[in-house]
């Protein structure tokens, strides 16, 4: 099984997957080798991608909204779900506007927020996702979510991910991007979400290469059998995994294909 991060890992800076992680990755496939994508991402922002590498012939699966979602790439099952509820979103919304950082969540396949952010910006370009500007978020946000992000300044933002920790241990907490802090359900992480998968379709945790770029992608670089960083990986995370590869821009993905899988 090949676990492949997307944003800043597999796709480029202007979120392309090259032609030659393409060509690898086909060609992966066909000697049998499962390849997953694991994002932060919502689930529909990954599907096109998906079937660029045509993840739909095949039983193929995505891990979206790092790891609260499981779902199969051909008919959209449903293998794994867990959400946020009601009341731990209202607790974070409380918690961004006494911390004065912005904070999205997802319903209905929209980005839904109080605020317009330059971050926020950023999401909807990376998701495509319509964005839902609501008067009120509590009151809108009135039933389960997968994950919320809170977004501000990356050197400010950074400083907020061990006192979120602190005050809300019952919360999965993992920074995405410098400027994006996502939550989700307790437990929820890449690494658990790819251990369950790995099960169902009977990978050994040995048999496994992830890939990744950033601290929500540590937990599967950790579990995997061979974890990968590409080089833009951010610098204090460098020495978490057992090689480091080219970076997004320079098919690092392909050469973890190249030296561990088809040679």
Request: proline share 3%.
């Amino acid at each position: 099984m090949l676990v492949l991060d997307m944003d800043d890992t597999l796709l480029t800076d202007d979120h392309r997957i090259s032609d030659l992680n393409k060509k690898v990755l086909l060609e992966a496939q066909a000697k049998g080798v499962h390849v997953v994508l694991a994002s932060g991402r919502p689930t529909s922002a990954m599907t096109a991608y998906a079937k660029e590498l045509e993840m739909d012939l095949k039983d193929s699966y995505m891990i979206s909204f790092n790891g609260a979602i499981i779902s199969r790439v051909k008919d959209d099952f449903i293998l794994f779900e867990q959400r946020l509820t009601p009341e731990q979103i209202h607790a974070l919304y409380d918690y961004s506007q006494e911390k004065k950082t912005h904070i999205i969540t997802y319903l209905d396949n929209e980005i839904i927020s109080e605020t317009d952010s330059k971050y926020i910006d950023v999401e909807k370009e990376i998701t495509g996702m319509h964005h839902h500007k609501v008067s009120s978020f509590k009151s809108y946000v009135d039933r389960p979510a997968v994950k919320c992000i809170l977004l501000e300044e990356p050197s400010y933002l950074k400083g907020l991910e061990k006192d979120l920790k602190q005050r809300m241990p019952h919360l999965s907490v993992s920074m995405s991007k410098p400027f994006f802090l996502e939550v989700a359900q307790n437990g929820i992480d890449k690494a658990e979400s790819l251990k369950l998968l790995a099960e169902r379709l009977g990978v050994q945790q040995n048999e496994i290469i992830a890939v990744g770029n950033a601290g929500n992608d540590l937990t599967m670089i950790e579990y995997a059998g061979l974890g990968v960083w590409v080089d833009n990986v951010a610098p204090e995370l460098r020495d978490k995994a057992d090689i480091i590869v080219a970076s997004n821009n320079n098919d690092g993905v392909a050469e973890v294909v190249q030296r561990y899988i088809l040679n």
